[in-house]
């Protein structure tokens, strides 16, 4: 492997880290910066690569949210250990209705929909879904100001948005935002909630990913696959802290903004010069 390839995988590793946890869509950077600046590397790798990579920013909410999220720590009373846990029901329940639809159209969502137009139609729509919402919410008190406040029924009706996810260029954190803000959840709940929910969604699509497509690698590729995710691991760590030190004093409107004018930037790209 080349040096211009290891900087690649390295690009690639900061934009996953940048992107997973920011409501702008990760896997649609993901495939967009595939498009500018392609890994040599197989289709097949290139399908297991762009989720398996997300793993890596996945193990930086595990690390930073570990004494929220294990409930057998000694230091938790029994009444924190049992929060904890009901908290991991709601997660798995908020999760269901994804696997349920994500697992049987996989393919078709890799074949037709992962398309620059798609990403770019789906950046620019939820980039006025994100500014509407938010001029709506200006004077808005939450009803839900923390995680343990969330009930069972908004768990699951978080995780009917998170199905809007499955198609490429919405973002699973844009969506579920989106989805905990309109349910009456505050910035800071929504925003933590994605977080958990990407844990068990991210394992097992980059499991399903792995399994589906065998362990065949190189010791290239397993070398690519295990710096991107270091490098998405450390960089979404910064990410992190970044989002919910901001969201305390601003609303997700610059997200929006951010958004429309990248869908607009990949609509020209794409169909007035490549």
Known sequence: MDFIEILKVLLFGIVEGFTEWLPISSTGHLILVQELVMLDQPEAFWNVFKVVIQIGAILAVVVLYWNKLWPFSPSNSRKESRKI?????????????????????????????????????????????????????????????????????????IGLFQCLSLIPGTSRSGATILGAMILGCSRPVAAE??????????????????????????????????????????????????????????????????????????????????
């Open 193 to 274: 909630f994605s977080f958990y929910l990407g844990i068990p969604v991210m394992f097992g699509a980059g499991f399903l990913k792995i399994v589906k497509h065998g362990l065949g690698f190189t010791g290239a590729q397993v070398f690519i696959l295990l710096f991107a995710m270091l490098v998405a691991f450390l960089v979404a760590m910064y990410t992190i802290k970044f989002l919910m030190k901001y969201i305390r004093k601003h609303d997700f409107t610059l997200f929006g903004y951010y958004r429309i004018v990248l869908g607009i930037i990949v609509l020209i790209y794409f169909h007035f010069i490549v």
């Open 85 to 157: 846990m009901s908290l991991w029901v709601k997660i798995i329940i908020a999760c269901i209705p994804a696997a349920v639809i994500g697992l049987p159209l996989d393919d078709i969502l890799d074949e037709y929909l992962s398309t620059p137009t798609v990403i770019a139609t789906m950046l620019i729509l939820y980039g006025i879904l994100f500014i509407v919402l938010e001029a709506h919410n200006k004077k808005k008190n939450f009803d839900i100001t923390s995680t343990s406040r969330l009930d069972y029924k908004t768990a699951v009706l």
